[in-house]
């Protein structure tokens, strides 16, 4: 899928030219490009659209067997990158298993037209997957590092309709609000409001929330100013930190 073409920014950083130049891109042979692309069909196949976790939307299929998912981890942890589960990236976090990215994303029933907020950028990864499928993804990330990394990693990679903050995304991106879609990948312990309040009528939100002990992945909807919610599933997502962990 042709990927639009908007510039990247970073927020709070110095920029992202400067980060990439502290970034080197990994250098990898056909061979390896080849090997990674029989992996990432593999996933899609056997971890994906199964009997039983039932992904779909074949253009979350199609995203998800697009993304490069070895290009947001660690170089060590390549060789793991399309197995089925969470890797560590650094700084006490991780990138999602692709099935719960496939998951989330397919409830969150993306539309070429949208624009979507994501609370907890990480790896980018997430970022990128949505940015397959979506008008614009602004991302926020409470660890500058991780924010400066994923950012020059997207940009790198052509994803150029995401946008990267580094800040507290328990009060989200008001200057770009309201939002078709919200989607936060660390958990709070209640919904935050100024999300709610940003998602638009008719909008959708993906939130894990709960303990880290006791987390439930859950869907909001918005119709007429009124929320629903559901549980989807248990689920265990690394705490949010700032605002959303001190109330």
Same mark, same amino acid.
Request: aromatic residues 6%; proline residues 8%; hydrophobic residues 40%.
């Given at each position: +899928?042709?990927?639009?073409?908007?510039?990247?920014?970073?927020?709070?950083?110095?920029?992202? /030219? /400067?980060? /990439?130049?502290?970034?080197?891109?990994?250098?990898?042979?056909?061979?390896?490009?080849?090997?990674?692309?029989?992996?990432?069909?593999? +996933?899609?196949?056997?971890?994906?659209?199964?009997?039983?976790?039932?992904?779909?939307?074949?253009?979350?299929?199609?995203?998800?067997?697009?993304?490069?998912?070895?290009?947001?981890?660690?170089?060590?942890?390549?060789?793991?990158?399309?197995?089925?589960?969470?890797?560590?990236?650094?700084?006490?976090?991780?990138?999602?298993?692709?099935?719960?990215?496939?998951?989330? &994303?397919?409830?969150?029933?993306?539309?070429?037209?949208?624009?979507?907020?994501?609370?907890?950028?990480?790896?980018?990864?997430?970022?990128?997957?949505?940015?397959?499928?979506?008008?614009?993804?602004?991302?926020?990330?409470?660890?500058?590092?991780?924010? /400066?990394?994923?950012?020059?990693?997207?940009?790198?990679?052509?994803?150029?309709?995401?946008?990267?903050?580094?800040?507290?995304?328990?009060?989200?991106?008001?200057?770009?609000?309201?939002?078709?879609?919200?989607?936060?990948?660390?958990?709070?312990?209640?919904?935050?409001?100024?999300?709610?309040?940003?998602?638009?009528?008719?909008?959708?939100?993906?939130?894990?929330?709960?303990?880290?002990?006791?987390?439930?992945?859950?869907?909001?909807?918005?119709?007429?100013?009124?929320? &629903?919610?559901?549980?989807?599933?248990?689920?265990?997502?690394?705490?949010?930190?700032?605002?959303?962990?001190?109330?």
């Amino acid at each position: +899928m042709q990927k639009k073409c908007l510039d990247i920014s970073l927020w709070q950083a110095d920029s992202t /030219a /400067a980060i /990439a130049s502290h970034l080197p891109a990994m250098k990898t042979t056909k061979t390896d490009e080849a090997s990674f692309a029989i992996a990432r069909a593999r +996933m899609v196949a056997g971890q994906l659209a199964t009997p039983t976790r039932c992904i779909s939307d074949h253009r979350v299929l199609q995203a998800m067997a697009a993304v490069p998912r070895h290009e947001f981890v660690p170089e060590s942890q390549r060789h793991l990158a399309y197995d089925d589960g969470p890797l560590p990236i650094g700084h006490g976090q991780t990138i999602s298993q692709p099935y719960i990215v496939a998951l989330m &994303t397919e409830q969150l029933r993306p539309h070429p037209t949208h624009h979507v907020l994501e609370i907890g950028t990480g790896s980018g990864y997430q970022a990128a997957v949505l940015a397959q499928l979506v008008r614009h993804v602004y991302s926020i990330e409470i660890i500058e590092p991780l924010a /400066a990394r994923a950012a020059a990693d997207l940009q790198r990679l052509g994803y150029a309709n995401v946008f990267v903050r580094s800040g507290d995304g328990y009060q989200g991106w008001p200057e770009q609000a309201p939002f078709d879609a919200v989607i936060v990948t660390c958990a709070p312990e209640h919904i935050p409001q100024p999300l709610v309040n940003q998602l638009k009528d008719g909008g959708r939100m993906l939130i894990p929330v709960g303990p880290p002990q006791d987390q439930k992945l859950y869907v909001l909807e918005k119709q007429r100013g009124m929320v &629903t919610q559901c549980a989807v599933l248990p689920v265990r997502f690394v705490p949010m930190t700032g605002q959303g962990h001190d109330r």
